[in-house]
């Protein structure tokens, strides 16, 4: 299980240390989620133990995003004196957004089993 | 004595535990989500004791870090289920583009529509891209990144709460289409969300979210440039 989680902090590392030295705008973790991606194409997939290590840390997502997302209560004085203007544009946009991203989405991800099906035979 | 990373961490983990067993037994509800209710109970334990946001995050940067590892392990569900996009590349193009220009634009015009300052429109053009990346894009356009910090939070927590009702609404039920829309609107947070839904759609949440990092870095400058707004 060490081994896996060496693995996985050694490829943000790489993205980290690739965005720095690239200086381009990106986050390192995002970065070394690509090359990991490519990694386990190149090499024909992870192993079970990687596989539960990777699993354990997202089943945790929401956890680890505590400490960040605690910054909305320390920094929500910034925008304090316009926040209904901020916070309409916030809901607004976000599920208008949520909304036309995944009905575009779902209109051509859905398989229509009955065609598919039919195509087949 | 109510400092140092032992006693932070462990009242953080304690409180994301309450949440999530709230959070299980009313059903996984998108309302009741197990982030925000910690953000909630940090806040007011932070309050209460007097601690600066920047000590607390001091004293947990150890998890802040492991979300790094995270999203690098995202690439594991990803990998099994990226098959599932064969032959439907553009489609999610489509929907990539469609969903981070709507969430750009109508956020800009609802904050120009309210009366919003033109720094806090600035500030809200990159909040679907991952703090990370939202914030770096601000400093660039003439924002500010603490605030786009935090409306970009704020995103991610509107859509992983309110986003499955969206969803629902608009009868969006494939697991692919639900993570993918709440991954490129709402990055990291709606991400864990979708997880709790399937793996399939976090899986499709993650890959929304870094394809949303890289189209909102290209697009949002070029919007600014082209929009009369003086900053």
Partial sequence: MLMQVALLITFQWIGDTLVKSLGVTFPGPLCGMLLLLGFLFATGGPSQELRTVGSTLIDHLGLLFVPAGTAVVAYGVLFAHEGVAVLAALFISTTVAVHVGGAIAERFVRPRPAKDEAAKM | M?????????????????????????????????????????????????????????????????????????????????TRLKGRWLTMAVALAAGSVTSMLVGMAVAILAGGSTLAIISLAPKSATAAVSMEISRLIGGTPAVTGVFTILTGITGAVLGPYVLDLAEVRSHEARGFAMGVVSHGIATARAFSESEIAGSFAGLGMVLNAILTSLLVPLVLKALPIAV
């Avoid at chain 2, 309450?18 to 909630?40: E, G, Y």
């Avoid at chain 2, 932070?46 to 999203?71: M, N, P, R, W």
């Fill in chain 2, 2 to 82: 109510l400092q140092g990373p032992a006693f932070w961490l462990a009242i953080t983990l304690a409180i994301y535990a309450v949440s999530a067993a709230i959070n299980r037994r009313c059903n996984k509800t998108p309302l009741l989500n197990p982030t925000l209710l910690s953000i909630a109970g940090v806040a007011v334990v932070l309050t209460l004791s007097g601690t600066s946001y920047q000590k607390y995050f001091e004293a947990v940067a150890i998890l802040h870090f492991l979300l790094g590892t995270a999203v690098v392990a995202l690439a594991l569900p990803l990998y099994n289920n990226l």
